[in-house]
């Protein structure tokens, strides 16, 4: 699928949609009554499952513990069904590790977790369809899930994939354009202050275009925040009216 | 925006069929990029008029099987569906699908792309179990309905398609959309357009008998896409572009390693490819992947010369073995427009059962025949027609196509004029109304004159300096123009201020307008040095743009007879004035002295002085053709082209200071050593060593290899040296590492084209740039955003394959004049048909020679079809007898019963011109070896041979004077198509082209003489503007 037009003479994108505009989001919070707290959403195609437990004492060996913040232990993985073909996922491989260690770091940046010395959050992160932007799915549904167990947190975590394509910036990108063979930059965003949680990217990029990819992310990950906003707000509501106050 | 899915089954990598689902977006708005909109549609750019009588909206088959048709500009209004669009992008591969949208973006062309698949209401999700072919009919139906209701039934819509169902089945639906075979359209709407409709019978007969065709296999199958992929990866095959040897066409062809995939450091050559199997179907200029045979199977090159193509030569005359292999797979076809001459009838009646098929020779002798399915045969004897590949099976030994427009008789100029052109796939379509409106107008009733407002921008330099001009006799077209004078004394002692200064043409072309250009008073871009005089070291430079008055028009002889103190009449100043006079050849001097100062620290840099073969034909009062004379340059042709090319230097430092990333320079990368080969080997034999390590050693030793009795073998040694040049190419700064920016030929670190903006487009590019740079370095932004290094670098390739195609026009045209001036002499009678040739390279059963006194190379073949060869008589004339040939490094001996005779390297021997007349393919010059001594001419024999030459006109060179005047007209289309490139913002409107010698000189001109980036001290300035003189 090499030859495939990423972006048409027209300005449209493989699914119709601008350069900039986003996949379509929806989510919704508290989805599990047993854990802590917990959300769903969708972006596009691309859904996840987010679990937050805690903060609790620590588990496990004593020796984590840190005397002057909580430790965030972060588990992502991938359903079996979660691609077009299916495949059995171990625990624990490379791909997934590490994207445990991006979420723990970009977590580590937005919840206030001095807050709660010698003790653990935990949060489990689940693909259960891949289309592209994992690893920006997972962040938005963990800032829900952690929303909804109630943690402070600095601000929202919004994640956003943009990619570079015909000298121009395209937002959320999906699985056909991140397998194009483009450039693919991750961004986690604390929209409020504008601080950067986390910044990855893999391909290569002039120099010159790393501003403006950067920016279009940035913009991307605003769209994000308000939608994640929007369905705290909901939600609250929805809570409030069902315990009468 | 409404979110739907699309489910989708494709192949994996792996070849599994997965179910994969994506998402469609659907909107409202979208534009549908017609000026009737009443929804206010973000329309921008290209909008279909209003003022046709219907938009035609071409369905998925017709748009994948005949875009030729719709590439018709004279059919307008057609909407594009974005279903149809990518029909073609799917079945017809990336090449078709680029053609396609260039045709979109074309504002000559009146037609758009409707994004029917992204608007909320046109849109139709496929059904279950819907056929891929009636989903697109439906969706295309669909569009148009919805199009003619969002235009509120201004215009009406006709869908066009090739589907009979679907014309029943939609035709009466809907009142105001119509739905036609393509054919029923194109005869009730454009029945004025009659090629159009040939071309659809061509194309839909050569797709009817695709259907029928033999299931016997006469090649294998390629391989599929992936699998190529991955072997060019992993090393297993090689990938790079076919090409075909010229002179045997049928068996050996060479495949040219595109860079990065050659891993294997013992390939450092091309691969050989023997044969019609293991060509498998691939044409020439394919990008191929090759397969190689195991080393038992090489083969070497044949290093025989050959007369005419398909001749079978035993093995004996191979070189070492070489690299072979077979094609594997064709990665990207390069198929052109192909110039063909059907058979005479004879052979087409007995070749082919069915008699609708014929075989087509094409006049490229690298081409393989194409089978053409027409009715037209008989009608076409002996004429030459364009064709377009098809396809070409596995099961088929030749490959299929249609023809698409009938050239004119094989043989008149005309045709042959034409079919050069289109060969190199020089297009020159007629400008259009509006282009030439946009010009500003210079009649004798409104005068083209200064606008005030311009002035004051300007620095006014008409009253301040000597400004004049040199150029070939009777150029009408004069761009640059020079000056300079003495500056009151610096700090640091004398200075003088050198000026060039070019015409202004970017200030008249600002986005595709044409220009005739007022000789005298006008505006110019100017570059001035204020130079030391002593050491001519540069003090300051300034760029920008001036007012000029050019108060001399001179031309090159007359410069140099002023130079030289002779008599001569300049015309400006009508009864001489001496002081004037005095004055101007004053300012002569000063500026060939600096000249030569500038060439001297150039050479000290490096720069190569070599030399091209160039020859101009003669004219008399009727334009006939009646001597070919090399061409002489004078030193003032060396001054000039100096000046220029210190010009272009110092505009390229500017521009790449302004601006790093995106100026347009030239560089010409050093030569592969292998290359120089040849030359070493050649120089040798007369006991000379070429040092080609630099371009330094290179100039330095081809200075020292001077044999005193034979100034020839310099002149010909440094002509080996330019065969070995690599192009000068265009490129832009952000693609090309700073190191390669050099320019190996003139020695100098950064060059541009400046100097010919009428010429030339690429010097366009550079006068924007550098205005852009002026207006930074005052403070203000570029007026508008320049080119970015990605489309700078697009424009440079397409220049640089525009150069490369012109060039090969110029030698494909010298070569036509060439046989023209010989056809009607007769070669036996004729003394102006026996020559004196050097021989400069010894192959196995000839020699290559040149012959200066046209101008001419070629090949002498020792030793016939029969098996003969060349023996000298006692007198030194020579015979055919049997006898045996024997090829050493330096020399060549043919043995026969009579006796040895012996031919040296540049050893000047006698040799007979003679056409040989082909049918298909061009005429060719044959040369003969008449006697191993030098030829004893007589010394007037060029003088004598001019009157002969008006009386012994041959038909052909009547014709010349007939069809000067559509030459004429048509060089001049050529002149602006060559220099206009991809866009369509460069025409200039010059002056007339007196005959077709000019037109084919323009091409000349026009291929910017390579010879001259590569340093060839006249330049090509000169040299080129030199051609231009003898028309007049």
Known sequence: ?245 | MIKTEKVLHLKSSRGRKVRVVREHYLREHVPCYSSLCQAQCANEGKVLSGEVTHYVMPDAGVARDFMEILEFREIQGIVFTQTACQAVQHSRGRRQYNRLRSLLKDPRHHCILFANEFQEYSYCPREKGEPQDKWQTRCVYHAAVWYHDHLAGLKPVVMITEDQNAVAEYSSLNCGVYVLCTQEYLQTFWPELQAALELYCSIAQSLQEKGSEGTEREYTEHLPAEVLEAGIKSGRYIQGTLNVNKHRAQHEAFVRFEGSSNKSSELNSDVLVCGGKNRNRAVHGDMVAVELLPKGEWRGRTTALTEGQGEEKGDETQSQPMATGRVVGILQRNWRDYVVTFPPKEETQSQSRNSQRILATPWDQRIPKIRISTQQADKLQDHRVIVRLDSWDSTSLYPNGHSVRVLGRAGELETEVQTILIENCIHVPPFSEAQLGEMPVSSPESPWSVDPAEVITRRDLRQTHLVFSVDPRGCEDVDDTLSIRSLPPGPRGERLELGVHIADVTHFVKEGSLTDLEARARYAMSVMWDLDAQTLAVNTVWYGRTLIQSSYQLYYELAQALLNGEEAEVPELGTIRDAKLAQLTQALETLTHVARQLRAQRDKGGALELEGVEVRAQLDEDRNITALVPRQPLEVHETVAECMIYANHWVARKIQESFPQQALLRHHPPPRQEFFNQLQDSARARGFTIDTRSNKALADSLDRAVDPRDPLVNRLLRVMATMAMSNALYFSTGACPVDQYYHYGLALDRYTHFTSPIRRYADMIVHRLLTAAIAMEKGAGPAKALASNKELEEVAQQINNKNRAAQHAQKVSTELFQCLYFRDKDPETDERCVADAVIYTIRANGMLVFIPQYGLKGAVYLKNREGQVVSERQDGGCDWQTGSLQRYLDHITTTTAVGTSTFNLFQHITVRISVEPSRCHSDTIRLEVVSNRPHQAPETQVQTSQPQGARGRSQLVQEVVRQAEEASQQAEEKRGRASKLSTEEREFRQSKCPNLYSLLEEVRELALLDLAACGAGGGGLGAAAQACATSA
């Open chain 1, 1 to 245: 699928m090499a030859g495939l037009e990423l972006l048409s003479d027209q300005g449209y994108r493989l699914d119709g949609r601008k350069a900039a505009e986003l996949r379509k989001v929806q989510a919704r919070m508290g989805v599990f009554a047993q854990a802590d707290g917990s959300a769903y959403i969708e972006q596009g195609n691309t859904k996840a499952l987010a679990v937050v437990y805690g903060p609790h004492e620590v588990r496990g060996s004593r020796s984590k513990t840190l005397h002057d913040r909580a430790v965030i232990n972060c588990q992502y993985s991938m359903a079996t069904f979660s691609t077009a073909e299916r495949k059995r996922r171990p625990h624990g491989d490379r791909k997934s590790t590490e994207m445990s260690l991006h979420l723990k770091q970009t977590f580590e940046a937005a919840v206030l977790t001095n807050l709660y010395p010698r003790s653990q959050i935990d949060i489990y992160v689940k693909i259960l369809q891949s289309d592209g932007g994992n690893y920006s799915a997972c962040v938005n549904a963990a800032t829900l899930a952690v929303v909804d167990a109630g943690i402070p947190m600095r601000d929202y975590v919004c994640a956003c994939t943009a990619g570079f394509v015909d000298e121009t910036p395209l937002a959320d990108l999906c699985h056909a354009e991140e397998s194009g063979g483009g450039t693919s930059l991750a961004l986690a965003l604390l929209p409020r202050g504008g601080h950067i949680a986390l910044l990855q990217m893999d391909a290569r990029l002039h120099q010159d275009h790393l501003e403006t990819l950067m920016e279009a992310a940035m913009t991307a990950c605003k769209g994000v925040s308000k939608v994640l906003d929007e369905v705290v707000r909901q939600h609250l509501q929805e809570v409030s009216a069902l315990t009468g106050e």
